[in-house]
C-alpha cells in the first residue's frame, strides 16, 4: 500500500520510521517532512495547513492511507475532506478535533460526560477576567482557548503573573485569535502523565504510558515548550491509575461522543495531573504527542498501520497493541533560545557516530538537509530516543548519543528521566 504522513517533525519522523517497517506498505510519501524523513519516504513540498493540495495529491497518487501528525490539519477537517472524496485517513472529523482546537469546547465536554478536570470559567471579555482574577487567590492557570503551539498555558503564582499573561493572550494578541477567549481554572497538584489511546469511536486500545516534560529547563523551571524530553513507561501510571484513568476518563469520553452520534476515530491523548483524589485532565489533544511518540513507538512491536487500519474500519476490537518490555527515553536538543527567539542555519555534527550505537534512534524534528550534511532549522532540533532494560540505563545510553551531536548554541534538559528513578 502507498501512504501518506502529513508533518515534519520529529513526531512525523518517528511515524514514518515505524510506518516503514509495515510489510503491508510498499511507498511512503511525507508532506512536507524535514532533512532526514527524506531517507524513508519520498517528500512532498506542501504545507501540513494545505489540506485542498494534499487531497489533490492523495488522489492524484493513488494513497491507500493517510496518517496526520500535527493538529492544525485536524482541526481544519482534513479528515472530513477526504473522507468525503472516500480516501482512508487516519484521525477525528474536525467537530471532534476541536477538542483540541478549543481548550472551552473540551471543558464543556468533560462537564457533559463528568470526566475529572479542574473547576473552570471562560471569559471573551478582558474587563471581566481581570475582575475575576483578582477576586481569586493565586495560583491560577490562564489558557488561551485556542492552538497555541503549546504555549499559550500559563501556570501564575501571583495576581501581578495571571495578570500579565491575560494581558498578553487578550490584549496584546500574543496568540492571535487563539486568546480571543481563555479558561480561567484552579491549579491542580500533582504528577503529570501522558495517556494515549487509539479508538474506532467504541473499542479502545492503550498505548504505553509516557511522561512529557514540558519546561525549558531542568528541575521544571522556566518558559513552557513543545516538549523537551519523554519516556516510556512511566511509573506513576500504575495499574491502578490506569485503570482509574481509562474508567473515568477515556471511556467516558469516547462513549459520550458516540452516543451524541459523533464516533471518535483516532488518537486520543490526555493529558493527565495524578493528583491525591485522582486522575484529572488538563488537557485533550486529538493527536500522537511530541516527544512522546518518539518514546512510545519504538516500544511497539505490533504493526501500526494495522492498528490505524482497524480504527477506520471500526474494527479495533480484534487487534492488539504487542510492547517490547525494555524502557525508552527521548531526549529533545533545541537551539539556544527555544522557545523564545533562536537562530537557524547552524550545522550539525556527530550524527553518524550517535546513530551507529546499539538502541538508540535520532529522530529529526528541525532540520534541513544541505548536500551531505544537516543543519539546523527549528527550535527543537533533533529527538534522540535509546532503549534500555530500565529507565536508568535508557536514560544513560541517550545522554551519551547527546553528547556526540554538536551544534552552535545547542540546549538540551540533563534530567530527563529522572522522575522516573523516583518513583
Keep these: 500500500m502507498r501512504v501518506l504522513v502529513i508533518g515534519s517533525g520529529g513526531r512525523e519522523h518517528c511515524i514514518s520510521w515505524k510506518i516503514a517497517q509495515s ?26 495547513d494545505d489540506i485542498k493540495a494534499l487531497l489533490d495529491f492523495a488522489k492524484s497518487h493513488a494513497i491507500d492511507l493517510t496518517v496526520v501528525g500535527p493538529e492544525t490539519p485536524l482541526v481544519a477537517g482534513i479528515v472530513d475532506l477526504f473522507q468525503k472524496e ?53 495560583p491560577i492557570v490562564i489558557k488561551a482557548d485556542g492552538l497555541a503551539q503549546g504555549k499559550g498555558v500559563f501556570v501564575t503564582q501571583t495576581k501581578e503573573e495571571a495578570l500579565a499573561a491575560l494581558k498578553s493572550a487578550m490584549v496584546d494578541k500574543a496568540f492571535g485569535p487563539a486568546g480571543e477567549r481563555v479558561v480561567i481554572e484552579e491549579c491542580l497538584y500533582g504528577e503529570e502523565a501522558s495517556i ?128 517490547h518490555e525494555k524502557s525508552a527515553v527521548c531526549v529533545v536538543i533545541a537551539s539556544g533560545g527555544y522557545p523564545g527567539h533562536y537562530e537557524k542555519g547552524k550545522e ?23 548536500s551531505s550534511k544537516y543543519i539546523t532549522d527549528g527550535g527543537r532540533v533533533l529527538g534522540v530516543t535509546a532503549l534500555g532494560d530500565d529507565i536508568e540505563s535508557a536514560i544513560s545510553t541517550a545522554y551519551k548519543a547527546v553528547s556526540k551531536i554538536k551544534f552552535e548554541n545547542m540546549h538540551f534538559r540533563r534530567d530527563i528521566g529522572k522522575k522516573a528513578l523516583i518513583k
Excluded at 462537564?111 to 473552570?120: G, I, K, L, Q, Y
Excluded at 471511556?251 to 483516532?266: A, L, Q, V
Excluded at 553518524?352 to 544541505?370: I, L, N, S, Y
Aim: a positive charge; glycine letters at 10%; proline letters at 6%.
Design 348 to 370: 550539525i555534527t556527530g550524527l553518524d557516530e550517535a546513530e551507529k550505537m546499539k538502541d538508540v534512534v535520532v529522530f529529526h524534528a528541525g532540520t534541513k538537509r544541505q
Design 196 to 323: 494515549i489511546v487509539i479508538s474506532d469511536g467504541k473499542n479502545i486500545i492503550p498505548l504505553a504510558s509516557s511522561q512529557d516534560h514540558k519546561r525549558a529547563y531542568d528541575g521544571d523551571k522556566g518558559p513552557n515548550t513543545g516538549g523537551m524530553g519523554a519516556y516510556s513507561p512511566a511509573p506513576i501510571v500504575t495499574r491502578e491509575a490506569e485503570r482509574r484513568i481509562m474508567d473515568e476518563v477515556i471511556t467516558p469520553m469516547i462513549k459520550g461522543f458516540r452516543e451524541e452520534g459523533m464516533p471518535y476515530k483516532g488518537v486520543l491523548y490526555a493529558g493527565i495531573m495524578l493528583t491525591d483524589s485522582g486522575p484529572k485532565v488538563l488537557e485533550f489533544n486529538v493527536r500522537l504527542g511530541d516527544p512522546e511518540t518518539q518514546a512510545v513507538l519504538p516500544r511497539l512491536k505490533s504493526d501500526l498501520v494495522e492498528l490505524m487500519e482497524h480504527s477506520i474500519g471500526g474494527t479495533l476490537g480484534e487487534a492488539e497493541a504487542v510492547w
Design 86 to 138: 472516500g480516501l482512508r485517513i487516519f484521525g477525528p472529523s474536525k467537530r471532534l478535533a476541536t477538542l483540541e482546537g478549543s481548550k472551552i469546547f473540551a471543558k464543556e465536554a468533560m462537564r457533559r460526560f463528568n470526566v475529572p478536570t479542574a473547576d473552570f470559567e471562560v471569559f471573551k471579555d478582558f474587563d471581566k477576567a481581570k475582575k475575576y482574577i483578582e477576586e481569586k487567590k493565586p
Design 23 to 48: 510489510k503491508k506498505v510498499k511507498k511512503i510519501y511525507c508532506a512536507p517532512a524535514n532533512g532526514a524523513i527524506s531517507r524513508i519516504a519520498e517528500t512532498v513540498d506542501i504545507k501540513a
